[in-house]
């Protein structure tokens, strides 16, 4: 019975945890993989409550969450504010209800730890739903954990590089090439995930070429900046191409194409997006076998799913021997069970 | 720790399984009501998650997969695909999302089975829930159960079952006869328990007469015929009769009177299917205690639930000695805790 | 194994259990929360289900009923009956559906207990919710809870006692003062938290003063009867004091400062409600730190939660050292583990 030195931690992003305890939380991701349902694991959590609060929908997030609270002996919750009054300020109308103060503090009365997701779409800026979650995570006494926000997706990363590693025969993935290339499509995705992705694997000294069609797809300049220096600090390199769908490819080990959402987003909303992102414009900005024969040999295709399949990737690599896809999905899992476990449980 | 000869199976209607499968399952059932919380069977899916995955909503068999799941040792997940962004087409217009090769594949890596539930009111056509389900089956590396599709309900069939030998002295019901009568009302009912029923009655060498006020009522050609063939097999007879709403009761052992939406329910929709059949037309299609005294004494009264009163059947039979319909709607626990035990654990 | 001589009882409100059986709940709640995780509690209720069925959403109810469940080892099931067909009739129409008679005696079958909670606006005039849950009572053969009806809350009841006596040395309330007082307000609160704190108050000795602006916010007759008859019984006293926001604070032990609505509420609706409770005119009806000095030295503010802060009571007072209304809320968790420990295990 003892508690790891992560107890009682929030995990908001990778960007804010030590190597050291991200390197923690992916060895025992890996253990807990080889010993899905078995001791000491699955007492960690017994008879234990995990909140997952909602502010947006999600079926991954919520069946990986729910699996491991499960798995770990415990149980979670699936919570969705909108059942309830929350004080809020929506268009410049306050609305009346309980502060974030009180449900945070109560939520930690019930719980062992909560988690958040608060994306772009159930706020009205940019950053929002990120200041929403370290405003619980300031009142909650137990972990606050980061289902994904308008900025980050730390769980997404952290399954990406344990996927990475496991199709690197178990080894870090340092000096290895990822191409994060923007992609069409009609979903006009969250940032998170590819933050999260650009953030952890330039701090884990993976050479990273961001590729996007023009500027509107540039991704925010704190987060580039913060990947710059990441890489610098670990080794790598960070690149960025843009306008052309194919160059990036090449001396890629890891191709992750997914759309993402216009600078301009909220201003001119979803639909809109959409449209454009659909284009006759960007009809080339898809992952296809042509592209990837262009990466290294061997090298493979990753995304957080649900994958867009016919645009931001071919059937042909999305179903084929490049992809990893699944096993990246899988480790959601695993990382999260790793993350609740360090933070949460008094029996490790 | 073995796995039954029914381990990894897709349960998708009683119809593809053996009569031994059958037996197992009802004997397991049987076993699993007699000792509902004790060992071994309360740890036969322990921290594992089973995914209830919920195309049109329900409470009955929501409630029981998930106390099923509970006692088992394990959690059932509660997810509507609503919540999704599935690819799909809709209407003629394409829907941006995932495939359902893609959900397949990564709710199998989080759960050991998927139960899916989609009725006539998510499709454009008869059979395409059924076709959709099928394609979750095709994919998934888990099992597959069928939690009421357009066409099959084989947990409502075999929870009927066991409640009819509950009620023959815990004897098989073969040689005794089954009215399956069409009942008016105004809930525009799904044809799959109704179809599960006479698919499987048939098969055990029950005498089962099928009964409708017109051809409007019939049911699809290819259940009926499947149906007669199932009775000539296990030596059972099959019969339709039509117009007369008593001549059916008599000599039957069993009244399932229940309504039905007609032929041509696609075309017409639900509020006309209901004003027809609550027209005065149809009064005399009730179950009532005049009719069930033409059936054998004992005869016995059953129903797979909701029940609507006063339409489909009296009040006075549907909780007098003769209605049994509690204990069949308790048995769908029984019987899907023996299938998931089957099809799911590690442990038997 | 044994049962308690709860065991099978339902528990609408606390006014019509013994005090005998207060005391007992209030004794095992405590025990509990000494030894939350621990044995022998958490298998009372092992691999059993508990149906929450909210005709009304309730985030904290939930909360701490599931985590109730969760930590007796069971598991509670999260249901709406909006996803039933259940007959009823709305505005004089009849609505074709499942009796209730049929559902609470099937929801018997899959569970050990149900949770009910309906409020007044689910209902069309004030009783019927109570009514509608007693009809539930009649017919299921489980114990039925009540989670907040539109007359009755015995779970915040016993919540509120157990966390008055905490902060009162674990001693007995009897002889202390509480002030019951009306707050403004922008959420037309319901009545039964309110009713519940004087019916038990009153019966646990407890000194009661009533307070409210004008005859509009008095509180049902056959309440305040009730409670005056409690007193009586149990050598308190009971007191209205009307007009006058801050008179009823002199020599409170306890300030309950919440709002409720009107008795004009079922007819004016819930818009006119707000709009009159929010204005000027009961702009001091507010519990502040001003109020409060005139209370006795160590005087606790106590609420249900959710608070409206700055309408029911200030930051100040709501997050300062005289507020109990966490520990109060956590008590919920508490005592409904005691009371479904109480009436539904057989391991007691």
Partial sequence: ????????????????????????????????????????????????????FFYNPSLRTRQSFE???????????????????????????????????????????????????????SVD????????????????DVPIINMADDIYHPCQGLADVMGMREHNN????????????????????????????????????????????DDNYALPENIVEQAKKNAKAS??????????PKAAYEGADYVYSRNWFGKDFYEIGKEAEIKRASSDKYKDWICDEDKMKT???GAKFIHPMPVDEDAEVT???????????????????HVQKAIMALTMSDKL
């Fill in 170 to 213: 178990n080894k870090p993935t340092k000096g290895k090439t990822l191409v994060q290339t923007w992609a069409k499509g009609a979903l006009a995705r969250s940032y998170c995930s590819v933050h999260e992705s650009l953030l952890l694997n330039s701090r884990l000294g993976v050479n990273v070429k961001l590729a996007y069609p």
């Fill in 67 to 121: 699996a491991a609270a499960t798995e770990l002996g415990g149980h979670a919750q699936f919570i969705e504010p909108k059942a309830m009054r929350l004080k809020s300020v929506k268009k410049g109308v306050e609305v009346a209800g309980e502060t974030i103060h009180d449900a945070a503090k109560v939520m930690a009365r019930f719980a062992v730890g909560i988690g958040i997701r608060i994306l772009e779409t």
């Fill in 1 to 52: 019975m003892a508690k790891s030195k992560m107890f009682g931690k929030d995990v908001v992003t990778t960007q804010e945890l030590s190597v050291e305890e991200i390197e923690n939380i992916l060895a025992l991701a890996v253990k807990m993989k080889a010993n899905r349902y078995g001791e000491p694991y699955n007492s960690l959590l017994a008879f234990k409550t995990f909140i997952m």
């Fill in 125 to 140: 800026n940019y950053g929002d739903g990120n200041k929403i979650l370290r405003e619980y995570a300031k009142y909650a």
């Fill in 315 to 333: 059937r042909e690599v999305n179903r084929g021997p490049r992809s990893i896809v699944l096993d990246i999905a899988e480790n959601r899992l």
């Fill in 295 to 297: 990466a290294n040999p």
């Fill in 235 to 244: 080794g790598g390199t960070f690149e960025i191409v843009k306008g052309d």
